[in-house]
């Protein structure tokens, strides 16, 4: 894709101003790294606050228009418990196909009740977003109205210093906003909506913000202190330490939940009475197992196991396939994750990565690699 046919965020002229080098991804010019360097944008983002432009992904209100609850609608593509959502709480599921692949994932909102009964607020993937809205929108029609929020961007803070920097510019409510909850808050005449969540492992916040206030909202936070730009490259490394999945490469449509280890994310409801697409197979591997299982793999030696890297056994019969992989600053060394049959899957369970035709040793561990520093009261 040329640079002419890229779409730019709204904060495109200031990663340009503060040194970014620029990117193709998801069909977007986006900064991958600042001169601090991937490394230290990383490390900063785990010990002070990084400010990220998500502004790429996909943001829509999902409206009734029979007058019901708009997450009975939306129930019938999700596994999530959707309608036990109170207002101003958020959750994470997937879009799934008739086999219980995954479309894409996602995050759901109940709004906060000013905004209404009517409609629940929703962030997908920038690479989805157009298939995804469209997939929704046949699928509801009657029943759901899909509204692209085209006129607001998406800036991510994260680190543990995120909250004492949102409090002391936006107000002290901030600290307490619960994991995963919402709230909306009037910023020189702008309305910004919080949602405490991320994708780095770390506290932190997602705000939505009108396309208009971005700049001015980045230019805000970026000059306090604790707060430094941060790109794409840091922002993978992260959600690679944290465990966290990244569509098209850990989950796609050929993955389940149960094997990607997300049945936290099934409404224990939605596990026994249904109501959404692959049902029959996930409530099958929810009873029996998965026959296979993404795992955390650390390999013994210095040299990183990309995507597409064969997992062998200790005959070096292939068993698996490495879905993310690189270095991994926090812990000072390579990390990888995969899917292995689930015989493989314990922890501590020695294997083989092929890198560059040699068979060098790993083990698998336990997710997350690192320990997430998410807000609990």
């Keep these: 894709m040329s640079s002419e046919t890229l779409k730019t965020t709204p904060l495109h002229a200031l ?6 080098k620029m990117v193709p991804f998801a069909g977007y010019d986006m900064p ?7 490394l230290k944008e990383h490390l900063h983002t785990r010990e002070g606050a990084g400010l990220f432009d998500v502004s790429h992904m996909g943001q829509a209100w999902l409206v009734s228009e029979t007058g019901d609850d708009p997450a009975i609608a939306f129930e019938s593509l999700v596994p999530a418990d959707v309608q036990g959502l109170a207002p101003g709480q958020q959750r994470y599921s997937q879009l799934l196909n008739d086999d219980g692949g995954i479309l894409d994932d996602l995050m759901v909102t109940r709004p906060l009740s000013e905004f209404g009964s009517d409609r629940l607020y929703l962030v997908v993937n920038a690479a989805c977003k157009d298939q995804d809205l469209s997939h929704i929108a046949e699928a509801l029609k009657g029943r759901l109205r899909v509204e692209p929020l085209e006129d607001r961007a998406l800036l991510a803070l994260q680190g543990p210093k995120a909250a004492n920097v949102a409090a002391r510019l936006f107000g002290e409510e901030l600290s307490f906003l619960p994991f995963m909850g919402q709230a909306r808050i009037d910023w020189l005449g702008a309305d910004l909506w919080f949602s405490r969540s991320g994708y780095t492992g770390e506290d932190g916040y997602e705000i939505s913000v009108p396309a208009d206030k971005a700049e001015s909202l980045a230019r805000v936070l970026l000059a306090e202190p604790e707060v430094e730009a941060i790109g794409l490259g840091a922002r993978d490394s992260l959600r690679l330490e944290a465990g966290l999945c990244l569509y098209g490469h850990d989950i796609d449509t050929t993955t389940t939940p149960v094997e990607a280890g997300l049945v936290w994310s099934i409404g224990k409801r ?5 109501g959404f697409p692959g049902f029959d197979t996930v409530a099958k591997q929810l009873a029996d197992g998965a026959a296979r299982k993404r795992v955390g793999i650390l390999p013994e030696g210095r040299a990183p196991a ?3 890297t064969p997992i062998l056994d200790a005959d070096g019969a292939e068993i698996g396939m490495v879905t993310s992989g690189g ?3 926090t812990l000072g060394g390579p990390v990888a994750m995969g899917y292995v049959p689930k015989g493989f899957a314990k922890d501590g369970t020695p294997v083989f990565l092929s890198v560059r035709g040699k068979a060098l040793p790993a083990n698998i561990v336990k997710l997350p690699f690192v320990p997430p520093g998410f807000y609990r009261v």
């Design 15 to 20: 990663h340009v101003e503060l040194g970014a």
């Design 32 to 38: 991958v790294q600042y001169p601090l360097g991937i």
């Design 270 to 274: 939605r596990r026994t009475d249904g």
């Design 306 to 308: 990309r995507e597409g």
């Design 327 to 329: 270095f991994g600053p």
